[in-house]
Each structure stands twice: as structure tokens, then as C-alpha cells.
């Protein structure tokens, strides 16, 4: 029921439209079991962290394994162009990873 609950506090505060729900969703689960929210939707993501709730993209995951030596840079670099190949979209081009996140503060 908390789920429920934090779910429609998390719709109020971020859904705009059918988009918007996964990450409500998200939001939703992590504020109940004291979690870390991953989404990409940079708007969203501004949102959640104005309400409190830590929350961080995709890129931020990548980087905090490389930080922690689960993952090469070369490893990083590979999988974040893969994702680029398929449609993902962020602030750089293939190859740009390192870069970024070095800028970023997160390498």
C-alpha cells in the first residue's frame, strides 16, 4: 500500500502525460525502500532531487562502477556507445564517455 500511496504523490509531482509515469514509478519505489532512483529524464531526475530523493541517470551508474573497478573505461566507452547505436541520447558522441564524465566530476 505505501508503494500505492507514493505513487500518486509521485504522479502529482512529475507526470505530465502517459510519459511520465514510469518515472513516477520509480520514484515511487525507491523513496519507500530508502533506494537510489535511476532514470535518464534529466527533468524529471531535477525534479525528484528538488523533492529530496537522490536520484541519478544511467551515466552516473557507469561511471560509479568504473570508480569502483567492476568496469574498464574501455568497457564504459563500449557499452555507452552501444548505447548510443541504439537510440539513446546524451550530452556527447561515441567515444565521448571519459571526457563527459571527467567534466562531470564523476571519473
Known sequence: MDEIIALGEWLQRV????????????????????????????????????????????????????????????GAVGFVDAMLSSGARYPFGYGGFVPWAEAQGLL
Open 15 to 74: 507526470s505530465a502525460g502517459r510519459r511520465d509515469r514510469g518515472e513516477a514509478t520509480v520514484f515511487a519505489w525507491a523513496e519507500v525502500h530508502g533506494a537510489i532512483a535511476i532514470v535518464d529524464d534529466k527533468d524529471a531526475r531535477m525534479a525528484a532531487q528538488r523533492a529530496g530523493l537522490a536520484a541519478h541517470g544511467t551515466l552516473w551508474v557507469i561511471a560509479r562502477a568504473v570508480v569502483a573497478e567492476r568496469i574498464t573505461c574501455a
